[in-house]
């Protein structure tokens, strides 16, 4: 497996508070995503990034921001959480190109009380 | 936007059985991507299909890509508990770019032993 780490692995917090998960990959893969798990809704894309400070929006991207200032981090950043927002954020990277395969990370279980 | 859908959402069966999982997308695909997520874990990436027609083995697993580029299946010949889990389909942007890369909602496979 690529070398990608996700932190926190779990989080409690409450309404309104902001919070930030962080990915962090030593495979020096250009592209990083940001996905979210839902029970009946698969993946969706939240957002993702193509190079250092290039980040473009996907299908479910209200309510977050990211940033990538260094090509083995990505900030996922919630600015207000809502209760809508308790869900399993995965973190994703690939070569993109020839393979085009993701690698994922172990995930990272938000729960917004 | 591109809608992949995939068929059945669950799929329960007897060890030993047969089995088989159907995506479906609105617009002609570059090429189709396959992923196992085992209950609790992460996604995985199992293969990528890029030509018309292809069919592709991995032991007991076969993949088959649609003539038209727009549909692919998975089957499972003589499931084993091993094989528990949710598989995905995906198909980058309809742009064409591999980068970008929407999912199916995923079968959930169950076995009985």
């Known amino acids: 497996d690529a070398g990608i780490t996700q932190s926190p692995r779990h989080k409690v917090t409450e309404t309104g508070t902001p919070v930030t998960l962080r990915c962090h990959q030593t495979e020096n893969h250009r592209y990083m995503y940001w996905y979210r798990q839902d029970p009946g809704h698969g993946l969706r894309l939240i957002h993702y990034s193509y190079g250092v400070k290039d980040t473009d929006k996907g299908e479910v991207s209200d309510g977050y921001s990211v940033s990538r200032s260094k090509t083995e981090d990505f900030l996922l950043t919630l600015e207000s959480a809502t209760s809508s927002q308790t869900s399993v954020y995965f973190c994703a990277t690939g070569l993109a190109g020839r393979t085009g395969e993701l690698f994922f990370g172990e995930g990272s279980r938000l729960t917004v009380l | ?113």
């Open chain 2, 1 to 113: 936007g591109q809608q992949v859908m995939q068929i059945p959402q669950y799929q329960h069966v007897q060890e030993g059985e047969d089995f088989t999982t159907y995506c479906n997308s609105s617009t002609t695909l570059s090429n189709i991507q396959w992923y196992k997520q085992r209950p609790g874990g992460h996604p995985v990436f199992l293969i990528q299909l890029v030509k018309s027609g292809e069919v592709k083995k991995q032991k007991r697993l076969t993949f088959q890509f649609g003539e038209a580029k727009k549909n692919s299946s998975l089957h499972i010949t003589a499931t084993q508990t091993t094989d528990v889990g949710t598989y995905f389909c995906a198909g980058p942007d309809s742009g064409g770019s591999n980068y970008k890369l929407t999912f199916g909602k995923g079968t959930l496979l169950t076995v009985n032993p």
